[in-house]
Structure formats: structure tokens, C-alpha cells
T-cell receptor, first 114, second 111 residues
Framework: GPKVLQIPSHQIIDMGQMVTLNCDPVSNHLYFYWYKQILGQQMEFLVNFYNGKVMEKSKLFKDQFSVERPDGSYFTLKIQPTALEDSAVYFC????????????FGSGTRLTVL | QQKVQQSPESLSVPEGGMASLNCTSSDRNFQYFWWYRQHSGEGPKALMSIFSDGDKKEGRFTAHLNKASLHVSLHIRDSQPSDSALYFCAASEQSNNRIFFGDGTQLVVKP
């Protein structure tokens, strides 16, 4: 089936540093998402993105977070500066359309902030 | 308040048995529902979508939706050890694709 690739699978950084998480969405999908999962439990919505713009973001999407997808490249989540509470697994997802669409998730990036 | 609530938190069934998972929502704007499954070390993968009242069957999996009561269930018959995973109920409104996930039900199928 369709695959979403996430790079790297693990990232360890010191608090205060910048980190960029990379996502290669399904090729013909137009909508992109980031979710945060803590302790292997609840999936928390962070942001969705379409046509170069953030469409909707949650309270978890702090000012230190940003997303972009320069033409033909990865969809990225940047955190600058990082905080201890940013430690989690971050999942990227994509969908072809907006409404009533199944999300296709990557395998996640495990971020550890020391 | 959590918009999508699941029960039970964990469930153990013998191989070949029936597993029943439940989900309720507090938001009457939700129109679309999914069940996602997540195996350890992987991302969630959609099992089934259900958008209309009633039952939807796909192989060993049957989902049931009652929009009036905002209740969704998933029944897995002839459960297999490979069905052991974290199961999420998810829901969204009609106008966007901000999908809300429940806390998940951890299913263990014992050989």
C-alpha cells in the first residue's frame, strides 16, 4: 500500500537545540499532518498543511514549532528551541483529499530531548 | 474533556475468540469514524472506516456505528495472535480532516 517515509527513526538532542524531522509523503497526496504520541498511547494532532500553508493547528503546536514543504522536497517539522517535554514519537501522515479521508502514517521519529 | 473515549483500556482474548472494542464521542459534529491499528514500533494503519449507521464487515472485522448515540464498536472474530496491537478509534467532522484519536485499547490475543 501507499507508504509514508520518515527520517530519521530516532533522534537524540540536547535541550535548547534545533531539530528537524523529515517526512516523505505518499506521492499524489496533497494534505500533510503531524501527530505527537507520548508513552505509546494517545495520538495528539499537531498541525495539518496544504498548498504551502498551515490549515489548522492545535494548542500543542507551540511557537517554537514550524512546518514547511519546499517544492519537491520533504515535509518537515522543525522545533527551535527544543524543550524536555518535546520528547515523544512524532508521526507524519498524508491524505489525498481533505474531508472523510483515511490518513496514511509513517513509522514515526522517536525524539529524545536531554 | 477527551472528544473520543475508548473502552476497555486493555483486553485479553484467547486465540480464536471474539474481541469487542468500544468507542463513544462527545462531539455531535463528528460524521466520520475510523478504526486504526498500531503494532509496536510502527505507525497507525487504518483498519476500517464507517460513515453510515449500521454494520460494516470486512473479513473477520465488523464495525458498528450508531450516530444518534455517537457509539462505534469493533468486533474481531476468530482473533489471531497477529491481531495483538493498540487499536484506536478516530473521528472527524464533515468540513475538515482534523482527525481526533481516542486513547486506544491494547489488545492481546493469547495463543
Amino acid at each position: 500500500g501507499p507508504k509514508v517515509l520518515q527520517i530519521p527513526s530516532h533522534q537524540i538532542i540536547d535541550m535548547g537545540q534545533m531539530v528537524t524531522l523529515n517526512c516523505d509523503p505518499v506521492s499524489n497526496h496533497l494534505y500533510f499532518y503531524w501527530y505527537k504520541q507520548i508513552l505509546g498511547q494517545q495520538m495528539e494532532f499537531l498541525v495539518n498543511f496544504y498548498n504551502g500553508k498551515v490549515m489548522e493547528k492545535s494548542k500543542l503546536f507551540k511557537d517554537q514549532f514550524s512546518v514547511e514543504r519546499p517544492d519537491g522536497s520533504y515535509f518537515t517539522l522543525k522545533i527551535q528551541p527544543t524543550a524536555l517535554e518535546d520528547s515523544a514519537v512524532y508521526f507524519c501522515a498524508s491524505s489525498p483529499l481533505l474531508s472523510a479521508e483515511t490518513l496514511y502514517f509513517g513509522s514515526g521519529t522517536r525524539l529524545t530531548v536531554l | 474533556q477527551q472528544k473520543v473515549q475508548q473502552s476497555p483500556e486493555s483486553l485479553s482474548v484467547p486465540e480464536g475468540g471474539m474481541a469487542s472494542l468500544n468507542c463513544t464521542s462527545s462531539d455531535r459534529n463528528f460524521q466520520y469514524f475510523w478504526w486504526y491499528r498500531q503494532h509496536s514500533g510502527e505507525g497507525p494503519k487504518a483498519l476500517m472506516s464507517i460513515f453510515s449507521d449500521g454494520d460494516k464487515k470486512e473479513g473477520r472485522f465488523t464495525a458498528h456505528l450508531n450516530k444518534a448515540s455517537l457509539h462505534v464498536s469493533l468486533h474481531i472474530r476468530d482473533s489471531q495472535p497477529s491481531d495483538s496491537a493498540l487499536y484506536f478509534c478516530a473521528a472527524s467532522e464533515q468540513s475538515n480532516n482534523r482527525i481526533f484519536f481516542g486513547d486506544g485499547t491494547q489488545l492481546v490475543v493469547k495463543p
